[in-house]
């Protein structure tokens, strides 16, 4: 598979299929049994975004506003917010609390 831009992986994401570029993954589970689909996105391995049947698409804030770790990953947070018209923006302490960035 050849690598993806920044732009594809992010529209591999909504699209809820995998993608794979230099600092961006989106990867997608499908639905399991009684387990719903589920949808990830990483800047660095960290999880920025994820999607679930029911909740729908979900933004971890690490920008400057949020939790900052760096400008590429904050460019990236701000490259997901700005495809996603209804979005749920969370501080990452909230979703951490919520136990939302687990090991997926």
Not at 62 to 76: C, L, Q, V
Request: charged share 20%; with cysteine; glycine share 10%.
């Amino acid at each position: 598979m050849a690598r993806a831009t920044n732009a594809e992986v992010i529209r591999a994401f909504l699209d809820g299929r995998n993608a794979y570029g230099l600092s961006m993954t989106s990867t997608h589970y499908p639905q399991l049994g009684t387990v719903p689909p589920k949808g990830f996105l990483r800047s660095y391995g960290q999880l920025i975004a994820r999607y679930d049947e029911g909740c729908g698409f979900l933004v971890f804030d690490f920008t400057a506003s949020g939790e900052y770790i760096s400008n590429t990953t904050s460019k990236h947070v701000g490259m997901i917010k700005r495809q996603l018209p209804n979005k749920c923006v969370m501080h990452p302490t909230q979703a951490r609390e919520g136990q939302l960035l687990g090991d997926q």
